[in-house]
C-alpha cells in the first residue's frame, strides 16, 4: 500500500494550545531506534510520532530543539525543522517601483522606516523567468516597536501598494533536498539535484540541456522528474483550510504588530497589458537565480488560469486591437507569434517586439 505523505505542517492538531517551539522531522531510517533511544535517554519528555517518512519530535523547548538536533546534526542524520506559526514570516507583495528596483535599495529602505523586513524577492514570470514590478516581503511578526508594513506607503522615493500574497497551488518542495513540505531554510537533510540525483543544487547541475527520459530521484522510475506532479510521491495535498488560494484574505492576515488593513489580492499581474508596460525593461535586471529555481516561491503567472481574469483579457484584446489599428506596422508580430514553435518562444518574441515598441520616439 502507498503511504500518501500527510502535510505534517499541519501537525500537531488544531484544538491543542499553540505550539511555539519548532518541530524536528527526522527522516525515517531502519536504525531509526538506535537514533531515538540516544536523544530519549536525555529528553524523555520529547514527543516522538511517526508521520509518512519521518519521525516528528516535539520538543518542550528552544534549548531542547537545540540540544536534539546538535548531535543529529554532527552524525549526518537528515531533518528538516518546522516553524511555529508564530515564528513564520509574514509575506505581502509591494507593487508601485520599476522592475529595475534593486530588491536591497527596498530592503534598506523599509528597514529605515522602522519596518522589520526579513526578506525582499522579485516576483517572476513563471516560464520566462521575466522579472515582473513585484516584489515579495517577508516581514517577522511580533518585533517590538517595529511599524505595520501595510502602514508604509512610500518606498524609494515611489507612491507603492500592498496586495496578499498567494502561495504557488500544489505542495511545497525544498530545493536542496527535493522532498516536500519544508523550505530549504530549515533543510538539514543531504542536497538531491533533480536531474542527476547528486549532491548538488538542481541549479548548479553541469547538466544544463533537458533530460529526455530522467529518473525520478523520489520514486525511482523514468519518465518524469520528482517535481513534475506525475510522480506517485508528489503529495496530493487537498487545499488547505484558508488556504490562500481559495481566499486569499485569511491566511494572510497580519498579527500583532500589524493592523487589519488587509491587502487585496494579487491579480491578474501578468495580463498582456500589463506586461506590455513591463516590457521594456527586459534586460534591464537579470532575475536572482535564487528567485528562479526556488520552487516554494511564488510565481504570477497562475493567475491567468483563474476564470476570473477573463474579463480582463477580454480588456487587454480590446487594448491590442486598439493598437494594432493606430500602429499597423506592428501586425507582423502576430505571425511571428503563429510560427513560434514553443509558448516560451511566444513570451520572448513578444517582450522583444514590446520593447522595441517601447523604445520608438513618440
Ligand atoms: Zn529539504
Ligand atoms: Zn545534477
Ligand atoms: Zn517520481
Redesign the pocket.
Known sequence: MEVVDSDPNQAPGENRPKRKVKLIMLRYKTNYNLVLKESNEKYPNSINKLIGEYIRITPISEDQHREITAPFKMNGEEFYAILPPSKRPYKVVLKGLPASTDIDEIKNDLANQGVAVSKVAQLTQRKSKFPLPMFLLEVRKNVPDSRDILDVSNCCYMSITWDSFRRRPGATQCYNCNYFHHSSQYCDIKTR??????E?R?S????KERTENPECINCKTKGHMANSKQCPKYPKTNPKKGDPIQNNTTQNKPNANQTQNTPKPVTTNNSYANVAKIGHQRSARKTESEQTTKRSEPDSTTKTQNPSSCSEIILAIRDFKNFFSNHPEHLSLGKALRNATSEEEKVDIFYEAMASISNLPT
Not at 548548479?204 to 547538466?207: L, N
Open positions: 539535484c533533480l536531474k542527476c540525483a547528486q548538488h538542481t548548479d547541475c553541469p547538466i
